[in-house]
């Protein structure tokens, strides 16, 4: 039964993250947040969590089989991102990462509504193997994401940092900034969230990679989006060996991680992109 399926629904997702930022946006800076609006918050993305991923599930999973393509997984990307978000900022000082994870769920969970996919083969759908490499790569690249924004809030704070910006007192940006926790903690979440990422990834590609006749029905073709996915785990290998062995961090590192993130989309929404919308072929 179509509960939420894209056909009567499409819109509520995105009509609801935008209801959420503008809400967020109206609140007053000037006003320290209490724990009640911190719950109610919480709460509120945890609802639409709920409806995203629920009108996810219904428009991918059809009557008349699997429906994928870059709209899908653009927006599951985004939907497993918030997920991380929600759960990690129970225990962790991230609330300042909360308006960039939501802008990019807002943006994404349009796509499925315009985009239709693709429908997938039924027999590699139903093969456990393919749905184990599914779910790790989508857990992967969500939290990659999730780590990739980080990355765009720390830029924005170490440049703030270094030209010693003169903010006023009561500016937006200004009450931002100082909502942040200090670049030294930034930077131990950012890698915690890249190793357990990292760790993923690198059991996706090469699950890829080893059992490619199992997962896809066809042997190892060293297509775009592989040739992608390799470059992205050699940058995001690079990065975390060049932090364990002379301690990179700072701008470089900052640039690394968002090199390695858009070369890993480019694997996964980029080249179904360029295959549905550019070329018009499944």
Request: proline letters at 4%; hydrophobic letters at 60%.
């Amino acid at each position: 039964m179509d509960i939420l399926g894209y056909s009567g629904y499409g819109w509520l997702p995105p009509a609801l993250y935008l209801l959420l930022l503008i809400f967020l946006s109206s609140r007053s800076k000037d006003k320290v947040e209490s724990s009640a609006m911190t719950g109610l918050i919480r709460a509120a993305i945890f609802l639409i969590l709920v409806i995203h991923g629920l009108q996810l599930h219904n428009s991918v999973f059809t009557p008349q089989g699997f429906v994928f393509g870059f709209a899908q997984n653009l927006s599951l990307i985004a939907w497993v991102g918030l997920a991380f978000y929600w759960f990690q900022s129970g225990f962790l000082p991230i609330a300042s990462l909360r308006w960039l994870v939501l802008v990019f769920a807002f943006v994404c969970s349009i796509f499925p509504a315009v985009f239709s996919g693709t429908l997938i083969s039924p027999i590699a759908v139903s093969d456990p193997w393919f749905k184990g490499h599914f779910i790790v790569a989508t857990i992967s690249v969500g939290l990659l994401s999730l780590a990739a924004m980080h990355a765009i809030l720390m830029s924005v704070q170490d440049r703030a940092l270094h030209r010693q910006l003169e903010i006023a007192p009561n500016g937006r940006l200004a009450h931002w900034l100082e909502d942040l926790p200090p670049l030294l903690t930034m930077e131990s979440l950012l890698f915690n969230l890249l190793y357990v990422g990292f760790a993923l990834l690198s059991l996706t590609v090469f699950s890829g990679l080893l059992f490619s006749q199992a997962l896809f029905g066809r042997p190892l073709v060293f297509d775009h989006k592989t040739i992608f996915a390799l470059i992205s785990w050699f940058l995001f290998a690079g990065l975390l060996i060049a932090r364990w062995r002379v301690g990179l961090r700072g701008r470089v590192a900052l640039r690394w991680v968002l090199s390695a993130y858009i070369a890993l989309l480019l694997a996964y929404v980029g080249s179904r992109f360029v295959l549905e919308v550019i070329l018009q072929r499944a």
